[in-house]
């Protein structure tokens, strides 16, 4: 057949489509280069079918099985692909700037070439995905699972990233500028040397993560786990570590001046070798400043905390 009369077919309805499709399951749809831009193809079947170069802007692709599908250079713009199945679906150089993608699955994909600038990825699957380099400034990605995927050198900045799963994810040379991480999480995650810089981290699972170096200057870290994370470095000055949980925790070296350590859970193997701390606020708001005026001797810190 050729690709006139797949899209002829294809332009009769998805119920049409779909029935010839499962009539002849042998075979793979050639739509490259077809315009499809602005058509209802909501729950289409188009596994295996060549849409390279296809014009897709603004189509209605909710929940379509886009198994193996070859996307290579597609026009995506503006399409609303929520709970579509890419799996093994071929994205190379595809654009799908303002494109709708939440609980897409994009698991295992190479989004390298992809442009995902302005889209909406609530709750995608992204398990290890390719996304390295990719500019997702201001992307919304809560709930997402991005489990052990490469965000290395990717734009995150005032990113929602909220609720999401970064678990084991490489974010080495990510920029995280402004990002909300709250709830999210980051066990073994790789954050050594960012800028988390008045980050929203509340309530986020670090724990094994390594963010040694790391800027967490003014960051809410309230009610997050941090057990068994490397903060060897971290600049914790003026953070809210109210109600977080650091047990077996390095913390050498780290900065702690004008954090807040209201009911912190830290124990014997909690690590406070050479923190710099010149003093510490027992409440939120910076109320009841320790020592009330001056500033801790060296090593007053380490021994405080540890008695109490």
Known sequence: MTNERYLAMLK?????????????????????????????????NLSGADLRRANLSGADLRRADLREVNLTEANLTEADLSGADFSGAKLRWADLSGAKLSGANLSGQNLRRADLSGQILRRAD???????????????????????A?????????????????????????????????????NGANLSGKNLRSADLIRADLSGANLSGADLTRADLSGANLSGANLSGADLGKADL???QA?????????FTGACIEDWNINSTTNLTNVICNYIYLYQNQTQRLPSSGNFKSGEFSKLVYKS
């Open 242 to 244: 109210t109600r977080i």
């Open 12 to 44: 009769q309805g998805v119920e049409v489509w779909n029935k010839w499709l499962q009539e002849n399951p042998t075979v793979k749809p050639n739509l490259s280069r077809a315009d499809l831009s602005g058509q209802s193809l909501r729950r289409a």
């Open 247 to 255: 047990l077996g925790t390095n913390f050498t070296a780290a900065i």
């Open 150 to 186: 490469n965000l290395s050198g990717t734009d995150l900045s005032w990113t929602d990233l909220s609720g999401t799963d970064l678990s084991w994810t490489d974010l080495s040379r990510a920029n995280l500028s402004g990002v909300d991480l709250s709830g999210a999480n980051l």
């Open 126 to 148: 992204l398990r290890e995905a390719d996304l390295s380099g990719q500019n997702l400034r201001r992307a919304n990605l809560s709930g997402a699972n991005l489990s052990g």
